[in-house]
Each structure stands twice: as structure tokens, then as C-alpha cells.
């Protein structure tokens, strides 16, 4: 039942990723050729800082999933309710402290861009922006982590791809007619606020969540640790756009935005993974399967390396051709930046590589544990960032956040392995040297080749099958040799849940 469960999460997840992906670009596009890059660049910076109110979120989000794995296991249902509604009260708390935020972006933020556009305009997109986050926040979040908890991340999953979708659509159309930018965005806060209200309204069915509970903070002890954690994860995430926000104007920032909307893209299809797989975990751990959950764990593995490997060899080798296709009739920015894709891609990379470690740590509730090297990240990422943008402009905040992913990935991994599932931590770097050097190799036979040239969207499209499809294999010839035995556990798993579908249906 757990194997089927995480099977249908990932599949719902990657539906959405996929849709998440292609509607990600198609907006950018949209507003890159009907308003222009600086237009772009100061919509893309805007919604980096509404990112704040996942510092909140997030910060009680993975303490309650923590709290929920043992109840749910358990069916305890007035536990579960004393969780939900001890969340739902901290996040309306949350929405009052992000409107305070907001506040003081919409005031502060506009002088940064002055030389691109008045006071006012700035201000109000600021605050038509932050609409659709509050709705988001506001309705029904601490049940979609009920669901997700329960391993019913799936239904999420279908009512952001409505959402996303719907919003697509109706955003073309209104730019199509000739509607504002703030118009477009105000919309998006309307088609928002139906998946959360839906949500809500099923979850309190099916768990039959009691209202009238007594709210107890302690059952989220954690969530201030957890808090600093999601501080640090937020400057990280934040760096290079505020950095360049001061040092740097709009238009080198839509060029970053660019380049971190391909790799961003990429990063959303690992998702999926995370949510789908770190709830087994949870319930693994809750039920003290150590054996089996050690088994798990290098499976994932296996999983997350193998799909980097595979993914950003091709954004490596077709990344540059497709920012020229997509940015094609844009001509007041120049977004041919090689070093740019290269070390953004680079860092991406090993963002995913942690996501077995992570998941781990999350699911076993260690947020205090963990919480300095968290902060030591953001410290790397600011200060290399800073230090580099000087010399080298956008280039160098890649550099800061790819300075500042290796050392947690790192960390995390030694973490796991001395506290959590003791093993050396050798392999870790052997999965690092393998990963990079089959990249490197595929990245290398296709530069030489010129395969990765490409003057228009069908050729484009032949030419990254083929490099595809030699990435892929040459992905899947490295773990057939070097982790026969894991990929036999793996297919054996696969096997299992598809047999168990099969019966189903």
C-alpha cells in the first residue's frame, strides 16, 4: 500500500512538474515579448521576495508532517486534529506578518528600479503580486500537509495543475487582448484561491478533523529550529537576485531569470521525489523499519543521481541553443552568458544531489540538529556571491550558490551517515565523481560535434533527442556497472507496485 502511494504521488507530481515547467516558460515569454526584459527582470525579483512567507510556511510545514507521521500511523483523529489546528492558527499568524512584509517591499523596493519605472507602478504590482501568495498561504495549507503526510500528496498535485493551467491560459488571453501586467497578475490571486478552499473542504471530510480542539504549540515544538533552517534556505534561494538587484540593473536581471527558469524547471521534475518518497520515509521511520528504510534510502539514491545525471547533461549541452530560440526577436539584453549556464547548472545539480539527505533529516524530525549548517550555507552563498559580482556580474552569485550547495550536501550527507543510517561516507563521492564525469563526458562529445547548434524549434527538438538519448544511456551504463546490485532492488520495486496496479485494474 506505502509503495503504491508513493508510485501515484510521484506520477501526479511529475504531471505537474511537466505542466509547471511548460507554463513556466510559456509566461515568461509572453511578457519578454510584450512588455520587455526589464519588465521581466522586475516581475521575476518581485516574486523572489514574496518568497518570504515560505520561510513561515515551510518553517511549521516540515515540523507538522514530522508530528502527523506517528497519529496518522496510528489513525489517532483527535491527535490529528490538535496538529491541524495548532498549524492553521500559526499560519494565520504567518499571513499577518507577510503583509507587514509586503508593506515594506512595496514602499523600499521601487527605489531600486526607479531609472525603469515610477514609484507607483512598482508599489502596486508589489502588492497585486502578493495577493495570489497570501491566498495561497491563507486557505487550506495546513491540510494539503495532512494530505501530503498521509501520502495523498497526489491530490495536491492535481489541484495545482488546475491552477496553474487555468492561470496559463487566462494570462495569455488577457496579454493577447492587449490587459496590463498588473491586470494579468491580479487574476492569478482569483484563480488561486479555488485549489486551497477545495482542498480544505475534502481534507476535513475524510479525516474527520475536530474543530473545537484545544490548540497545543508543543505538538510544533520544533518549528522555530525548523524556521531557521527555512531563513537560511530562503537567502539562498534569494541571494543572486537581491545581490543583483542592488549591484546590477533590470535587464541583467531578466537575463538570470532566463537562465534560472530552465535549471528551476529541471529542479521542479526532482519534486515529486521528495514529497512522494520523504512521507514513506516518515512512516518507516514511525513504524521503526530501519533495515527497510536503509534499503529505501539507497535506492533513492540511485533514483536522484542517475536522474541529474541524466537531466543536466542535456541542459548542459542544449541549454544555450534554447535560451536563443526562446529569447529569439528580444534584442535590448544580451542573453548568450556560456559561464552563466554552465555554473547555474552546476550548483542546480548539486541542490538535487541532496535530496536524499535532506528527506531523510526531514522525515526523522532533526531540524535543531541541523540547523548551523543551514545558516553556514547562507553565509557561504553571500559572501562568495558578493565577493564575485564585482569581478564577474552575474556569473559570480552562480558561483556563490554553487559554493554554498556543495558544502550541504556534503554536510547533510556526513550528517545521515553518522547520526541517522551509519555508513562511510565514501560513497557519496564516488557518486559525485561518477555523476560529474559522465556530464562532463557527454557534455564534452556534443561540443565537439556542434551537435547543440540549432536555428529553429524543430531542429532543436531532433537534436535533443539525440543527446538525450546518448545521455540516458550513457546515465543508465554507469549504474548497470557500478551499482548492478541497487538497480536489481530498484527494478524489483518497480516491478512490485506495477504488478499490484496491474491486479487493481
Known sequence: MRAKKTFSNVVWGFIYEIAALVCGFVLPRLILTSFGSDYNGV???????????????????????????????????????????????????VVL????????????????????????????????????????????????????ADQYQKLNSIADCFKIISNTLIAAVMIDMGFGIRAVKLVSAIVFIIPPLLI?????KKYKIIHDVKRDNSVIKQRWDNFGQQVATFINLNTDL????????????????????????????????????????????????????????????????????????????????????????????????????????????????????????????????TRNQAFMEAVINIVVSVSLVYMTGIVGVAFGSLAAYIFRTIRLASYVSKKLIPRKLWFLFKRLILSLSCVALTFGIFNIIHLNDATGVLLWIINA????????????LVELLFYRSDMKVLLRIAKGVLHKRKLQT
Not at 525579483?45 to 506517528?70: D, E, S, W
Not at 549591484?247 to 535549471?263: C, G, P, Q
Not at 533527442?465 to 543508465?476: E, G, K, Q
Open 97 to 148: 506578518i507577510f503583509l507587514g512584509a509586503i508593506a515594506v517591499i512595496a514602499c523600499l523596493y521601487p527605489f531600486l528600479v526607479a531609472d525603469e519605472f515610477d514609484w507607483f507602478f512598482t508599489a502596486s504590482l508589489v502588492v497585486i503580486m502578493s495577493l495570489s501568495t497570501c491566498v495561497q498561504y491563507f486557505f487550506g495549507q495546513s491540510y494539503q500537509l495532512l494530505l501530503s
Open 242 to 369: 537581491v545581490i543583483l538587484s542592488f549591484f546590477l540593473n533590470a535587464f541583467e536581471i531578466s537575463v538570470y531569470a532566463v537562465y534560472r527558469l530552465i535549471t528551476s524547471g529541471v529542479y521542479g521534475l526532482f519534486t515529486p521525489l521528495t514529497k512522494g518518497v520523504s512521507a514513506a520515509f516518515g512512516n518507516m521511520l514511525a513504524k521503526e523499519e530501519h533495515d527497510l528504510l536503509k534499503i529505501n534510502l539507497k535506492v533513492y539514491e540511485q533514483v536522484v543521481f542517475f536522474a541529474s545525471t541524466f537531466l543536466f547533461s542535456v541542459v548542459l549541452v542544449m541549454g544555450l541553443p534554447f535560451v536563443s530560440l526562446f529569447t529569439a526577436g528580444v534584442v535590448d539584453a544580451d542573453y548568450h552568458r556560456p559561464m552563466l549556464l554552465y555554473a547555474i547548472t552546476a550548483a542546480t545539480m548539486f541542490r538535487c544531489f541532496r535530496f536524499p539527505y535532506d528527506g531523510i533529516v526531514r522525515a526523522a524530525g532533526h531540524f535543531k540538529q
Open 43 to 93: 516581475t521575476s525579483t518581485i516574486r523572489q521576495f514574496l518568497q518570504i512567507i515560505v520561510i513561515f510556511q515551510a518553517g511549521v510545514g516540515g515540523v507538522t508532517m514530522a508530528a502527523l507521521y506517528k497519529p496518522l500511523a496510528d489513525r489517532d483523529v483527535v491527535k490529528i486534529s490538535v496538529i491541524v489546528k495548532t498549524t492553521e492558527g500559526f499560519l494565520r499568524k
Open 465 to 476: 533527442v539525440i543527446v538525450s538519448t546518448a545521455a540516458l544511456a550513457l546515465a543508465a
Open 200 to 204: 480544505s473542504y475534502y481534507a476535513k
